[in-house]
């Protein structure tokens, strides 16, 4: 149950690889609010339904704002999933390169929401192609969402959570590694600037019980990414959900207890407890005999 006993959802076992909800009965995040950037769908989707499930209300925020055959969901079906199950969620168009834009969702999140403690940067823009197919404004682009995005609302973010005397801020980003990711050498140059930007916050806020964390899977997720891009296939995807409940794990922890970590999310969650057969079932259609992974080791696909 979320706030007052209400029912809030959650998105259900991987081993469905759906997102119907089910009914659960948490109140870890009671009287938090979060916002989550690029959250009509996929990932992002997953994280509000997932935060919205232990009590957070949450602010739902990227720039569709009406459903397409190409790009199904938007901001306002995201709230209304949280709304509908009793949970607390406002919509709010936000495009991360513009200034003006994440201020004023920042701003709007504490007029009516009351405050702000969680911060997850998950918009993102990516091309997945080699360097000499890689156009200048494709590049600009993945620097200025990616990074300066992720810069501009943790800028406007952190004053309020250090006023509130904690928060938390994710970056949705790998560890920092030198393996070379041929045919991602330009998308991951911006995922990592991310990293950096979170062990940078954290150090320099570790003081003010604020946490900044970058958060990543160690192999692929189903999303639109992976769909549009042909990434393997159902049998080689895992659910979203996983990213959520490790997600959940940060944000439910001390500030201080937990940051500048620069997180996969298998083994931060059997870090947690979770076992090999809870594990398991986070893959679509049973744990495949060859993984793809992308987290960095020798041989990784990105």
């Keep these: ?16 690889g759906d997102m119907l909800a089910r009914m659960i009965s948490t109140t870890d995040l009671e009287g938090r609010v979060a916002v989550v950037t690029g959250s009509s769908r996929g990932i992002g989707r997953s994280m509000a339904l997932r935060l919205a499930s232990a009590g957070a209300a949450v602010v739902v925020t990227g720039k569709s704002e009406h459903p397409t055959d190409r790009l199904p969901g938007s901001i306002h079906t995201v709230a209304e999933e949280i709304t509908a199950a009793g949970g607390r ?73 250090i ?5 938390h801020i994710v970056m949705c980003s790998p560890p920092i590694g030198t393996e070379p990711n041929p045919g991602y050498v ?38 639109l990414a992976t769909i549009n891009y042909g990434v393997g ?5 895992r659910s979203p959900d996983i990213l959520s409940d490790a997600l959940l794990e940060i944000v439910t922890s001390e500030p201080r207890s937990l940051t500048g970590r620069q997180l996969l999310d298998e083994p931060f969650l059997r870090e947690r407890g979770w076992t090999q057969e809870r594990l398991d079932a986070y893959w679509l259609e049973g744990p495949p005999a060859e993984p793809v992974y992308i987290d960095g080791r020798s041989g990784s696909a990105m």
């Design 233 to 237: 296939d159902r049998s080689m995807w």
């Design 163 to 167: 006023r509130n005397g904690q928060g």
């Design 1 to 16: 149950m979320g706030r007052g006993g209400r029912l809030v959802p959650v998105a259900v076992s991987a081993a469905r």
């Design 89 to 161: 969620a406002i919509a709010v168009h936000l495009d991360v390169r513009k200034e003006e834009e994440a201020a004023a969702m920042v701003e709007r999140t504490v007029a009516e929401l009351g405050r702000l403690d969680i911060l997850v940067n998950n918009a993102g823009a990516l091309w997945w192609k080699p360097v000499l197919e890689t156009p200048l404004k494709r590049y600009d682009l993945m620097w200025e969402v990616n990074v300066r995005g992720a810069f501009i609302c943790s800028y406007h973010a952190l004053p309020h959570m």
């Design 186 to 223: 330009t998308y991951m140059t911006t995922k990592m600037g991310m990293t950096r930007l979170a062990i940078g916050i954290a150090a320099e806020h570790e003081k003010d019980n604020i946490a900044c964390n970058s958060l990543w899977p160690v192999t692929l997720i189903e999303s």
